[in-house]
């Protein structure tokens, strides 16, 4: 297992909404490694893009802990502060909303050394890091004179992904980053960054609601439901033998590009919506939803059932039953 870079530990975020608190995060835990990536995955309204927040430091939690490194970022000011924010970077979702229209290409890669003098002090060394960074991602050094609106939607992620490498992060947050892209478009952004991470040894967290493309791309995934991380492991443990049900859920409505003709498994409709976050059901707050539900599963919240590095929230755990049948 490499070596720990970002370690989430009971981290809680709640929000006042009228005169009531929504719960976005209510005690996660999530570990990332060096060169790593993490797959992160649940449906909208989860608390994914809060737990974003909070590690970008734009949410600072109520409760836990955020360690980066071995620092606790939330505790830097000043100068530790601002070069602390070099080594984390996002790249967004909507490729084109995150681009300012009005900036040429070289404008928009050079726009974090404004804030980051020192990483490219004169207008020569930022020139050709500009021209590197675009043959880094795939472009053109002639590129670096058009606006986004002369680019592709997959040209213009690349941009946002070699505006995001600009400060050299260790750690690079990803939000659905090809979910507003075309498939033959998502697979040539997804290989660059395996190349990029290859070539670079930077971490991913990635975010997304799409289970083929985070099976693709994830080391270790962590699914969330409601505020919680109900179950994470190796992506291969998580997708082929899932503990919680919501997993096996989720996993049975992801599209295979298979077509060797084994099985697949059978689909599992989930009654009833999404609870509400401001008013989550006692004990198991899936249990509104879940097939095996029982009184037990209203009065006690679920243990942790773990196997080697393969943990989940669920009292009747679906491997469990599986290896006992």
């Not at 509104?288 to 919240?301: I, L």
């Amino acid at each position: 297992m490499p070596d720990t870079l970002l370690e989430v530990s009971g981290v809680r975020k709640t929000f006042r909404v009228a005169r009531n608190r929504l719960t976005a995060l209510d005690g996660v835990d999530l570990r990332i490694g060096r060169g790593e990536t993490v797959g992160l995955v649940g449906e909208s309204g989860c608390g994914k893009s809060t737990l974003a927040r909070v590690l970008m430091l734009l949410e600072r939690p109520d409760e836990g802990t955020v360690s980066f490194a071995g620092v606790d970022p939330f505790t830097l000011r000043g100068k530790e502060l601002l070069a602390w924010r070099r080594r984390v970077q996002m790249v967004f979702q909507d490729p084109f909303a995150s681009l300012n229209a009005r900036m040429t290409a070289a404008e928009l890669i050079g726009e974090p050394w404004r804030t980051h003098r020192d990483v490219q002090p004169t207008a020569a060394a930022r020139a050709a890091r500009v021209r590197e960074l675009l043959d880094l991602v795939g472009l053109r050094a002639g590129d670096a004179e058009r606006y986004p609106n002369e680019f592709s939607g997959g040209q213009r992620q690349r941009l946002g992904i070699a505006r995001a490498l600009a400060l050299e992060p260790e750690l690079i947050i990803c939000d659905e980053p090809v979910s507003a892209l075309d498939l033959s478009v998502q697979a040539q952004v997804l290989n660059l960054l395996a190349e990029l991470q290859e070539r670079l040894g930077v971490s991913y967290l990635f975010i997304s609601h799409d289970l083929s493309v985070v099976r693709h791309v994830a080391d270790r995934v962590s699914v969330m439901y409601l505020g919680k991380v109900i179950e994470h492991g190796p992506a291969e443990a998580v997708f082929d033998q899932p503990l919680h049900p919501y997993t096996a859920a989720l996993m049975s409505a992801a599209p295979s590009l298979d077509v060797s003709g084994s099985a697949r498994p059978e689909r599992i409709l989930l009654q009833g919506e999404l609870p509400s976050p401001l008013n989550p059901p006692s004990g198991c707050r899936f249990r509104t939803r879940c097939w095996q539900a029982t009184d037990r599963c209203a009065a006690e919240a679920p243990p942790v059932v773990s196997r080697e590095a393969h943990e989940g929230l669920c009292h009747f755990p679906l491997a469990a039953a599986a290896a006992s049948a």
